[in-house]
């Protein structure tokens, strides 16, 4: 059994700051890469950022920039640091994690709210 509990979150203005946080715990030792999508109402679900075991990451154009993704191994957590938010980046925001040889697992998602 994998869990991926998420935390952070919430409502912010434009040009401000939020940081989520996701930790993995369970059967992982087939953990590989980590990262956020998002979808917002009446979108589809799309890669924000991720993160391999070996620390290289891959973002979506719209937040290369202003979003970090970062990981702690020792932890099993991946972190995403937003700045500079814009309201089009108004979303559920998903933790991902993807194994080897076993399908993606996925958290419970959290709001991201950010006002104009």
């Known amino acids: 059994q994998v869990q991926l509990v998420e935390s952070g979150g919430g409502l912010v203005q434009a040009g401000g700051s939020l940081r989520l946080s996701c930790a993995a715990s369970g059967s992982i030792f087939r953990l590989n890469a980590m990262g956020w999508y998002r979808q917002a109402p009446g979108k589809q679900r799309e890669l924000v950022a991720a993160i391999t075991n070996s620390g290289s990451t891959n973002y979506a154009d719209s937040v290369r920039g202003r979003f970090t993704i970062s990981r702690d191994n020792t932890k099993n957590t991946v972190a995403l640091q937003m700045n500079s938010l814009k309201p089009e980046d108004t979303a559920i925001y998903y933790c991902?994690?993807?194994?080897?040889?076993?399908?993606?697992?996925w958290g419970q998602g959290t709001q991201v709210t950010v006002s104009s």
């Open positions: 991902n994690a993807q194994f080897r040889f076993e399908r993606d697992r």
